[in-house]
Each structure stands twice: as C-alpha cells, then as structure tokens.
C-alpha cells in the first residue's frame, strides 16, 4: 500500500512540475516574441515598468 501511494505520488508530481515549467516556457515565449515586435524605446520602457514593480 505504502509503496503504491508513493509511486502515485511522484507520478503526480512529475506530471505537476511538468505542467508548471511548459506553463513558465510558453509564457515566456510569448512575452519575449511580443517585446521583439516593439520598437526598441517603447520596449525598453515597458521593461522599466515591469522592473519598477518588482520592487
């Protein structure tokens, strides 16, 4: 029994952390091919906001 739920577990997790890191890769695919179409002064500071409010 323990021995299963254990495998379960892992299995889930895996699948998880899968799931999460394909969500972050697509995201920041997307984000970073749509900041490349800007022109650069507007790109730059759109990156400026977002680093502004990270603090």
């Known amino acids: 029994m323990g021995e299963r ?3 379960v577990l892992v299995l889930l997790s ?3 952390s899968g799931l ?3 969500i ?3 995201f920041s695919t997307f984000v ?3 900041l ?5 002064p507007q790109g730059n ?5 977002d680093q502004h ?3």
């Open 32 to 34: 970073m091919g749509a």
């Open 36 to 40: 490349a179409r800007l022109p650069a």
């Open 20 to 22: 999460v890191g394909g």
């Open 45 to 49: 500071r759109r990156h400026a906001v």
């Open 5 to 7: 739920l254990m495998s």
């Open 14 to 16: 895996a699948l998880g």
């Open 24 to 26: 972050f890769f697509a």
């Open 53 to 55: 409010r990270g603090d």
